[in-house]
């Protein structure tokens, strides 16, 4: 069998293309964690014992017996931080390696125009990711319990924060910086995985990307303001 030997300038374009499916595989591993994030605060609307319950289910028996009561939370919380680990680090690469090749003529000057959220992926991304951090101290590691009582039940800790009109207006703006990274992500992440082959595939890949940006924003965004317009909560 005969081998073959890659060229330096082979093995890179190999090695990206490797980095740009880890990027979005990952990241819709991501987007599907947002969708079923957002399914589960949809539950506010059904009253506090549904939404505690679901709460409490998230952190009990899933799985169980087939391993311990209690597991299955620290697993996905394992595979998400590991999924979020190697998008962050694909990106770094990959940007690297596109700043390394400026300069030196070869690439290919652009004359394609890009959209707002395709030129805003690296420091949307970053926002994305800090204000995230505030969000896990917040609500998960409670250090942070900005317009609720450590001790509040997971319903009374969502009603009593989204009081607050300027939490809700920094989560509405948080929300626009994920959403503009979901529709751009979600376009690349299909093209990357080869489902942009024709103008059809394209218009219908742009249809879903926008469709489920626009999903997200409105379903995460709908129990916010929902609280602060009294319709749910005490
Ligand atoms: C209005 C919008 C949102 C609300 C009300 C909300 C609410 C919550 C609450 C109450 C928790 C704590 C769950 C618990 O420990 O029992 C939580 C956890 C979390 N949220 Fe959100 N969330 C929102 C938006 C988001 C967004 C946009 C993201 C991602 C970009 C996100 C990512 C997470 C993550 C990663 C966790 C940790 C899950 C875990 O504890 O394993 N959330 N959220």
């Known amino acids: 069998m005969a081998t ?4 330096p300038h082979q093995k890179a374009l190999r090695s990206s293309v490797a980095l740009k499916a880890l990027m979005a595989l990952t990241g819709l591993v991501m987007i599907g964690f947002l969708l079923m994030h957002m399914y589960g605060n949809l539950k506010v609307f059904l009253g ?26 620290w697993l996905f919380r394992a595979f998400m931080v590991a999924s979020i680990v ?11 390696r596109a700043q390394a090749g400026r300069g030196r003529g070869y ?23 800090g204000f995230l951090v505030f969000h896990l101290l917040q609500y998960t590691a409670m250090v942070l319990p900005v317009g ?19 939490l809700v207006l920094a ?13 751009h992500g979600f376009w690349s992440a ?9 103008p059809n595939a394209r218009a219908v890949l742009n249809g879903l990307a926008w469709a489920v940006a626009v999903l997200l924003f409105l379903g995460v965004m709908s129990m916010p303001v929902a609280v602060l317009l009294g319709w749910v909560g005490n």
Not at 86 to 96: G, N, P, Q
């Open 4 to 7: 073959t030997t890659l060229t």
């Open 48 to 73: 506090e014992e549904a939404f505690d319950h679901y709460a409490h289910w998230l952190k009990g028996d899933i799985l169980y017996p087939l391993i311990p009561s209690g597991w299955f939370i």
């Open 86 to 96: 190697a998008h962050i680090f694909a990106a770094y690469k990959l940007t690297v």
């Open 107 to 129: 690439e290919v000057k652009k004359t394609i125009q890009q959209t707002y959220a395709a030129r805003t992926m690296r420091w949307g991304g970053v926002i994305l990711a």
């Open 148 to 166: 609720f009582t450590v001790g509040d039940g997971p319903y009374d800790m969502v009603v009593h924060s989204f009081g607050n009109w300027w």
């Open 171 to 183: 989560y509405a703006l948080w929300l626009v910086t994920v959403c503009l990274h979901v529709r």
């Open 190 to 198: 299909f093209t990357t995985l080869g489902a942009n082959t024709s």
